[in-house]
């Protein structure tokens, strides 16, 4: 009778090669952009704020059906090809950094290594926001309402004429501000998660997709004021508001949203943010680990 040797998580996560993290990386977050996009879309509508009435969302029910009535359901996919083109790079540059950064600061190490992890994923952030950033800004400008891009060569070449290469960067700090935290959140949560879960450092799927998925919707839910002011800023050149079109960086996007939306405006695309990160955070997790076995083992 063959005996089938168990597969130790620990021994596979702590070990693998920088290029089999990174090409894991590349591929989870491909998948996972790719399955949620039509969320997300919804989540981008949400929170612009929007001068027509037929712009304004009560729900993600009533964005899916009112999206897909008036524009069609492909609507819900447009942008995702610039997330397809910016999420391998990005994730693998993203999953590769957080290896190696885990690594040195002894993140591999038994015990509760929160302050190793956190700095890991910050680390990841940093690295992978610095490349993601432009493909966001041509993701969001393609999911506005009524957008007249439906190429994200087109809109790049656009915006760049336009507005110059730093309206792929007005948003940065707005993002790290937002994706550091999130980050960092997401990761000592998932670790701590998973080593509650699975104490014995076995390979097991389910964790993953249970710490993972906790993991995107603590993280998501913490952060959406800040996504909300990235939103502006990204979406800023498709307004028809001056104050809007005018605004250079976060503290303008925070006091327009609180003039405009007061409290409230913080919280626009909420759900369907925490709606997208659950899962895909999930499916990001659960692809990471399988496509790292999967590579190993090939």
Not at 65 to 74: P, Y
Not at 90 to 97: D, I, K, M, N, R
Not at 206 to 232: C, E, Q, R, S
Not at 248 to 262: C, E, H, K, N, P
Request: net charge neutral; proline share 4%; glycine share 10%.
């Amino acid at each position: 009778m063959e005996v089938v040797e168990e597969i130790e998580y620990e021994g596979l996560s702590s070990n693998a090669p920088l290029g089999v993290s990174m090409l894991a990386g590349a591929l989870a977050g491909i998948t996972e952009h790719a399955v949620m996009f039509p969320v997300d879309v919804i989540k981008t509508r949400m929170q612009v704020l929007a001068a027509s009435p037929a712009a304004v969302y009560t729900g993600i029910g009533n964005a899916f059906t009112r999206i897909s009535a008036a524009e069609g359901a492909a609507a819900l996919w447009r942008g995702v090809s610039s997330v397809i083109v910016g999420a391998g790079p990005a994730h693998a540059v993203h999953f590769g950094t957080y290896e190696a950064v885990k690594e040195l600061a002894g993140g591999n190490r038994i015990g509760n290594q929160w302050i190793a992890t956190s700095l890991a994923g910050a680390s990841a952030t940093i690295a992978s926001d610095a490349l993601m950033n432009p493909f966001d800004v041509i993701k969001q400008r393609m999911q506005v309402h009524e957008s007249q891009f439906r190429s994200m060569w087109t809109c790049a070449r656009t915006v760049y004429a336009t507005e110059g290469v730093g309206a792929f960067y007005i948003s940065y700090p707005t993002t790290l501000t937002m994706t550091v935290p999130f980050t960092a959140v997401q990761f000592t949560v998932y670790e701590q998660i998973k080593r509650a879960m699975n104490p014995s450092g076995e390979y097991a799927p389910g964790t993953h997709v249970i710490a993972g998925g906790l993991a995107g919707g603590v993280a998501a839910g913490v952060t959406t004021p800040l996504d909300v002011a990235k939103t502006l800023l990204q979406t800023r050149g498709t307004s028809h508001d001056s104050e809007i079109r005018q605004a250079r960086g976060m503290l303008d996007a925070f006091r327009i949203i609180w003039q405009r939306d007061g409290l409230r405006g913080f919280s626009r695309g909420l759900s369907p943010r925490v709606v997208t990160f659950m899962p895909s955070n999930a499916l990001c997790w659960l692809s990471y680990e399988f496509f790292k076995v999967l590579i190993r083992d090939a």
